[in-house]
C-alpha cells in the first residue's frame, strides 16, 4: 500500500479537476512540480502532443512558492478537453519528491502510470510505444532513450536491463512507464535520507520481487539539465550517504 502512513486528506488540497463521462484512459502522466513555473508550461504542452489520445493527467505540487501553481491552473482550465480526467492536487506544506510521486500514486486509476517530474518533456510518440512495449511482454516498466539538453547534451539510457549491474550505478531515470500493480506491490516511492535517488532505489525494490525493465531503443522524451535541479542542489552533496542506505537497504545486489 502507497504512503498508508501519509493523511492525503488532511496533507493535500485539490485545486483543479476535470473528468468527462464514460471516458477511460490505460495511461495516467503523473508530474511532479516544485517552483518551475518557467518549465511547467512547456512540459504540458508535450503530454498534450502525445499521439496516444486516451490520457489521464495528474499534477501534484510540492508548496511551490514561485507562480507554478497559477501557471499550472491556467493552463489546465485551457487545455482539459485533452484528457480524460485531469487532477490538480497541492500539498499543503512541502514535503519531497518522494512523497509527491507517492500522492500521485495514490489518486492513480489506470493500469499504467508515466512518472514525469516538471523539467522534462516528452516527444509526441512516447507513450505510444512505451505501452505497446508494455503490452507485449510482462515487464514490469518499459523506458526508452532520453536526450539530454540545456547546460549539456548527450544520450541517458542507453543500458538494457540488468540487474546484476545495479550495484554500479543507476543505468536508468525516473521517466519511464509503470506498471501501476508493481508499483503498489513494492511500496511505491522510498522516503530515503537524501532526496534524488527515489528512481534508483525503486530498481532495487523491483528487481528484489524479481520484476524487470524493457528498453525501447528510440529517442522519446528530453531530459533537461540546469543548475537549478535537485540533483545539482541536494542529491550530489550527499552522495555517499546515498550509497550507505542504499548498501545497508539491499545487501544482496553488493555482494
Known amino acids: 500500500m502507497i504512503m ?3 493523511d492525503l486528506d488532511r496533507n493535500t488540497e485539490l485545486l483543479f479537476e476535470f473528468k468527462k463521462a464514460n471516458a477511460k ?16 508550461e512547456e512540459c504540458l504542452e508535450s503530454v498534450k502532443s502525445q499521439i496516444l489520445n486516451d490520457i489521464n493527467l495528474i499534477v501534484v505540487d510540492d508548496y511551490s512558492i514561485d507562480n507554478s501553481v497559477s501557471v499550472t491552473r491556467k493552463w489546465l482550465e485551457k487545455n482539459k478537453e485533452r484528457f480524460n480526467e485531469c487532477l ?58 532520453l536526450e539530454e539538453f540545456g547546460s549539456e547534451n548527450g544520450i541517458r539510457n542507453k543500458k538494457p536491463w540488468n540487474p546484476d549491474k545495479l550495484a554500479t550505478g543507476n543505468p536508468i531515470d525516473a521517466m519511464v512507464l509503470h506498471r501501476k500493480d508493481i508499483l503498489n506491490k513494492v511500496g511505491g516511492y522510498s522516503i530515503m535520507p537524501v532526496m534524488g535517488w527515489e528512481d534508483y532505489d525503486l530498481w532495487f ?37 546515498l550509497w550507505d542506505y542504499l548498501k545497508s537497504t539491499y545487501p544482496e545486489f553488493f555482494r
Open 88 to 145: 490538480f492536487i497541492q500539498h499543503k506544506q512541502n514535503f519531497g519528491l518522494p512523497y509527491t510521486r507517492n500522492t500521485a500514486l495514490s489518486y492513480t486509476k489506470s493500469d499504467y502510470v508515466f512518472i514525469l517530474d516538471a523539467d522534462n518533456l516528452l516527444y509526441p510518440r512516447c507513450l505510444s510505444r512505451l505501452l505497446s512495449a508494455l503490452r507485449n511482454c510482462d515487464a514490469s516498466f518499459s523506458y526508452c532513450l
Open 25 to 40: 484512459s490505460d495511461i495516467t502522466v503523473n508530474i511532479s512540480l516544485f517552483n518551475y513555473e518557467e518549465y511547467i
Open 205 to 241: 525494490k523491483i528487481a528484489r520481487i524479481k520484476g524487470w525493465g524493457i528498453q525501447v531503443p528510440e529517442i522519446l522524451a528530453r531530459y533537461r539539465i540546469h543548475k537549478k535541479s535537485m540533483l545539482n542542489k541536494i542529491t550530489n552533496p550527499n552522495v555517499e550517504k
Open 4 to 6: 498508508e502512513k501519509f
